[in-house]
Structures are given as structure tokens and as C-alpha cells.
């Protein structure tokens, strides 16, 4: 009897450890998960910073053996790039005793969340602090990096600091990446002055100025006014 009852507390303690092992692997394995989810979402963020465009394919932002990989079938890829979504990754059954306690909610996540749990489409939404990136988004460009000149109604990058809107090849509008709405602005010619994204969207005090003829005005209450 003793032996028995001996023999049934050893394969509970076995059983109990093998539980523990298992459940310390899976709470790792979405930690790691989530650890290389944010990892996207901080190179996504300075990538768009740095190139003023989004990137071709996420293996551009961390090494293509992070998003694919083991134990938990990591499989990270974009769901919408536009809208800064990534797939609902979490797909391996072991885990999911885990979906909402660590992988759903926000406790190991600063520039990610997930949304939409309740839907048969949920997602990863990649969040953007920098003020560039911030910019970039603002101006609803959904494109790859494009040189300058580009096209009519498109955005190119200068440099580290400034961006270019084309009204066509040879009309421009150059914008600082910081508050770019209140900081001085260039534009190309005169005409420029009474573009909608000058006259009308640009703050009270912003200074313009033109590139040819040389020229400086204010955007005030009254309208765009030439500085003497």
C-alpha cells in the first residue's frame, strides 16, 4: 500500500514538474515573440524617420531568421504596411493558454498592441512616437522612398531633416520633418504662396520662403503677407 501510494505521489510531483517546464517554455516563447514584434515596430519607426518612406518588406527591418521561428512559430509579417499593422502571430495551440494574460495584453508591449481579440481578424498595431515618422504619416503618403524630383501630389525625401511636396516636376513645397505645419517653410516660385498647403494649412507666423524670386512671407490672420 505504502509503495503504491509512493509510487502514485512520484508521478504526480513528475507530472507537476513536466507542467512547469512546459509552462515556463510557452511563457518564454511568447515573451520572445512579443520581444521580436516590438523589435519590428522600433527599426519600422526609425526607418520611416530615416528614409522618409515605408520599407519593401519587413526582412528590410530585423533578420530574416527572428521572423521565423521556434518554439512558437513565429511568423511576423505585415497584415497592412499602410496602416502599420502586423499579422496576429500567435499560432502555435501550445500557447494559447497564454493569448490573453501575456501575448493580448499590453504589460511587455511600449510600441505595440493588439486589437481587434474579439473578431476572427485580430491584428498587431505598431505605434509611432518620433517626430518624423509622425510627419511622414501625416502626409498621407503610403509610398517607398522616392528621390527628387518625383511626380504631381507626391512626396520625396531631401535629407535627414526636410521633405519635399511636389504640386507637379517643377512646383515644390520644402518642409521641415519637425512640426512641419509651423516651421519655416521654402517654396519653389511665387505662385506657390496660394497653394491650399500654404495659405490654408500652415500656422499663424509660419515664414515662407520663396526660392525664386527671392522672396519671404508670413502666413497671418489676413492671409500670406510679403515680409519688407
Keep these: ?41 522600433k527599426n519600422l519607426e526609425k526607418y520611416i524617420a530615416k528614409n522618409y518612406g515605408l520599407p519593401s518588406n519587413i526582412s528590410d527591418l530585423v533578420p530574416a531568421k527572428l521572423l521565423k521561428s521556434t518554439p512558437v512559430n513565429i511568423n511576423i509579417d505585415f497584415k497592412n504596411k499602410a496602416k502599420l499593422q502586423l499579422k496576429y502571430s500567435l499560432l502555435n495551440s501550445d500557447s494559447k493558454e497564454y493569448k490573453n494574460t501575456i501575448y493580448d495584453s499590453d504589460y511587455y508591449r511600449t510600441r505595440t498592441r493588439v486589437k481587434d481579440t474579439n473578431t476572427s481578424n485580430p491584428y498587431v498595431q505598431i505605434l509611432i512616437k518620433d517626430e518624423k515618422a509622425i510627419t511622414f504619416l501625416d502626409t498621407n503618403s503610403t509610398d517607398s522612398p522616392s528621390p527628387c524630383p518625383t511626380s504631381a501630389n507626391k512626396i520625396c525625401n531631401i535629407d535627414e531633416n526636410t521633405f519635399r511636396w511636389y504640386k507637379d516636376s517643377t512646383h515644390w513645397i520644402e518642409y521641415s520633418k519637425l512640426n512641419y505645419k509651423s516651421k519655416a517653410v521654402s517654396i519653389s516660385d ?4 496660394n497653394n491650399p498647403k500654404v495659405k490654408d494649412d500652415l500656422s499663424f507666423g509660419t515664414r515662407i520662403f520663396v526660392r525664386n524670386p527671392r522672396k519671404i512671407y508670413m502666413k497671418t490672420p489676413n492671409g500670406v503677407k510679403e515680409l519688407k
Design 190 to 193: 511665387d505662385s506657390m504662396k
Design 1 to 41: 500500500m505504502k509503495k503504491t501510494i509512493l509510487i502514485f505521489l512520484l508521478t504526480v510531483f513528475i507530472n507537476a514538474q513536466e507542467y512547469s517546464i512546459i509552462k515556463k517554455r510557452n511563457i518564454l516563447a511568447i515573451q520572445k515573440l512579443i520581444k521580436a514584434e516590438e523589435l519590428v515596430a
